[in-house]
């Protein structure tokens, strides 16, 4: 029953911008965050956002590029990344977190989308 499908990815210049959003539905959730895996590297959380407070936490290679929002009465996340780098190449995944808590690890998240892919290019 539960759903989460992301979009937004594509190919942008570096420097460039992109919003990749992430529509859930079958479930109401605590937490969300958003991890990406570049080939043959592991899967990384790069920003969450947490439950009651809207606490927000962002890995520090996108610090101060990336913003991660909500909009509950869309059961949507979006993810703003500005000043894109090709190192943030990669297939982005939103997660959610039904639990209370906060956690930066994979295993603490209950469901996944499949991928958006988001290039960068020199």
């Known amino acids: 029953q539960v759903q989460l499908v992301e979009s937004g990815g594509g190919l942008v210049q570096a420097g460039g911008s992109l919003r990749v959003s992430c529509t859930t539905s079958g479930h109401t959730f605590n937490s969300y965050g958003w991890f990406r895996q570049a080939p043959g590297k592991e899967r990384e959380l790069v920003a969450r956002i947490g439950g009651r407070d809207g606490s927000q936490w962002y890995t520090g290679a996108v610090k101060g590029r990336f913003t991660i929002s909500r909009d509950n009465a869309k059961n949507t996340v979006y993810l703003q990344m500005n000043s894109l780098q090709p190192e943030d190449t990669a297939v982005y995944y939103c997660?959610?977190?039904?639990?209370?808590?906060?956690?930066?690890?994979?295993?603490?998240?209950?469901?996944w989308g499949q991928g958006t892919q988001v290039t960068v290019s020199s």
């Open positions: 997660a959610a977190r039904s639990r209370p808590g906060l956690t930066t690890s994979k295993n603490g998240y209950d469901y």
